[in-house]
């Protein structure tokens, strides 16, 4: 529901509600579409370095607080233990899930899928089970854009895997597409049965972005604009933080060490030193997964109030 939130306030229930207006909000959604298409028409490496800015620019930032989640509410000079013990867990994880993706690329990439359309799935919701558009959330990202790009797809998913791994997935997403669709077509009725419009409006807009930029630009767009935006607001809510400005501040121990760690990966990339692109990606990817572990695991014991 995050084209539905921007500038949050706290209502009385510690909940973060948007005061900007929905036009505003399709305003900006509509010139970052602008921006990817002209990403798209420019090809070359353009639609890479827009899904990059974007996802690392706009995405990063709700997942920079996992941290605060797990302290569930402690400060963390308060219990450096369970800090230090989330920080070895996370780490953990993210060494886990890069040995699996050496050892079997194809495999886990198609877990890795699976694991982001249950993420997608869980937290882009969250009014009620409404199962259908769970579904079409969890999979449209990454079967949507098989539909007229499966060539693409294909191979951004064999740079990741394998040349067959690659095949057989995005085989898999193309077989999963129209089904996917019509999963999202009743769940768009069913929202103007219950008379939300922008809801509707919203999955009408994801899968039309889904379907029409290449897979990367496609992807970042929903991901940042959407995903991260909502999740962003959430945790804003969850963590009591009222505004953008004091949920950045709160997580800036996260961002600044990201802001490093992005800005030498740029510095070697212009030294034409950098490691391959797809060892970026795997890497990336794998740092998503403590955190799409976080959500169910932490977050919703971060906020006894709110229960
Ligand atoms: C569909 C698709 C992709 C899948 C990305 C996924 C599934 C990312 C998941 C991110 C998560 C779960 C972040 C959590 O906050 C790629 C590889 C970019 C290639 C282009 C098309």
Do not use: K
């Amino acid at each position: 529901m995050t084209l539905v939130h921007l500038t949050p306030a706290t209502l009385p229930s510690g909940r973060v509600a948007s005061s900007r207006r929905p036009s505003s909000r399709l305003l900006w959604a509509g010139g970052f579409a602008l921006l990817g298409l002209a990403a798209d028409i420019a090809a070359g490496p353009v639609p890479l370095v827009f899904a990059a800015i974007l996802i690392l620019g706009l995405g990063l930032p709700h997942g920079a607080s996992d941290h605060l989640a797990a302290m569930a509410g402690r400060r963390m000079r308060d219990d450096p233990v369970r800090l230090l013990a989330f920080l070895v867990l996370y780490l953990g994880a993210v060494a886990i899930t890069l040995v699996l993706w050496h050892a079997a690329p194809g495999a886990t990439l198609a877990a890795f899928l699976a694991l982001s359309a249950v993420h997608f799935a869980i937290d882009d919701v969250s009014d009620g089970m409404r199962w259908a558009e769970r579904v079409a959330r969890g999979l449209m990202p990454i079967t949507l854009p098989a539909l007229f790009h499966a060539e693409a797809l294909a191979q951004l998913f064999a740079a990741l895997s394998t040349s067959p791994g690659g095949d057989a997935l995005a085989g898999v997403a193309s077989f999963l597409a129209l089904p996917v669709l019509a999963l999202a077509s009743l769940a768009v009725v069913l929202r103007l049965r219950d008379r939300e419009r922008a809801s509707a409006l919203e999955l009408v807009l994801i899968a039309g972005a889904l379907l029409t930029f290449s897979p990367l630009v496609g992807f970042a767009l929903v991901f940042a604009l959407v995903h991260s935006r909502g999740q962003t607001h959430e945790r804003m809510a969850t963590l009591h933080l009222p505004t953008l400005r004091a949920y950045l501040l709160a997580c800036s121990p996260t961002l600044v060490g990201a802001a490093i760690l992005f800005a030498s990966l740029a510095a070697l990339f212009a030294s034409g030193q950098a490691p391959a692109l797809n060892v970026v990606f795997i890497g990336l990817a794998a740092l998503t997964v403590p955190h799409m572990l976080v959500t169910p695991l932490f977050e919703r014991r971060a906020a006894p109030s709110e229960r």
